[in-house]
Each structure stands twice: as structure tokens, then as C-alpha cells.
């Protein structure tokens, strides 16, 4: 059973970092994407990032310049490291993981708070 599982949330000041990962366990081949998504209270699920196995990387515009996310093939494992961070990247932050023809897997979800 495919399991992904998140660490690296947290309390920020703005303008900190923080970097996420989420490593995919007990799968038997490599995830064709990996990427992020984040729901703030009361509002909808958001695309963040994404990664093809290949390394090809896609941002929200409202990340791009502050957020890379990169992913360690061997290990199965994705990051994302936020930097510059604001107020409105306060979020549960969702790891997922498609590969092949299955249904998506998602992560638990880690918190992001960003405040002063």
C-alpha cells in the first residue's frame, strides 16, 4: 500500500523558509508526477508545484520565484522549499504522488504558518 508521508511544516516569521518532504513508501515504481497542493481555512484546494520524474517543474503564479521543488529519484522522496515567505502561504500543505494508471495518493497534510 502506497504511503506518503510529509514533515518540514511549521511556524515562519515572514520572509523565512521552511522545506517539505514527502517521501512515498512502499511503491513498486517511480511516481510519474509528484507535487503540492495547500488549502487555507475556508478556502479551496490550490495547485502549488509539481514535478515529473524527469525533473520538469511547474509553479502556481503565486509561488513562482519563491517556492523549488525538487525530488530525489532514489529515494522517492519530493522537497519544497518555500522561501520568502507570506502571511497568505498559511496553509495545510498536501503532498501527492501519481503513478502509473492508479489514483492519486496524497499525503496527510503538514501545516504552514506564517507569522510575526
Known amino acids: 500500500q502506497v504511503q506518503l508521508v510529509e514533515s518540514g511544516g511549521g511556524l515562519v516569521q515572514p520572509g523565512g523558509s521552511l522545506r517539505l518532504s514527502c517521501a512515498a513508501r512502499g511503491i513498486i515504481s517511480r511516481p510519474n508526477y509528484m507535487g503540492w497542493y495547500r488549502q487555507a481555512p475556508g478556502k479551496e484546494r490550490e495547485f502549488v508545484a509539481s514535478a515529473t520524474s524527469g525533473g520538469t517543474t511547474a509553479y502556481a503564479d503565486s509561488v513562482k520565484g519563491r517556492f523549488t521543488m525538487s525530488r530525489d529519484n532514489g529515494k522517492n522522496t519530493a522537497y519544497l522549499q518555500m522561501s520568502s515567505l507570506k502571511p497568505e502561504d498559511t496553509a495545510v500543505y498536501y503532498c501527492?504522488?501519481?503513478?502509473?494508471?492508479?489514483?492519486?495518493?496524497w499525503g496527510q497534510g503538514t501545516q504552514v504558518t506564517v507569522s510575526s
Open positions: 501527492y504522488a501519481d503513478i502509473g494508471v492508479y489514483p492519486r495518493n
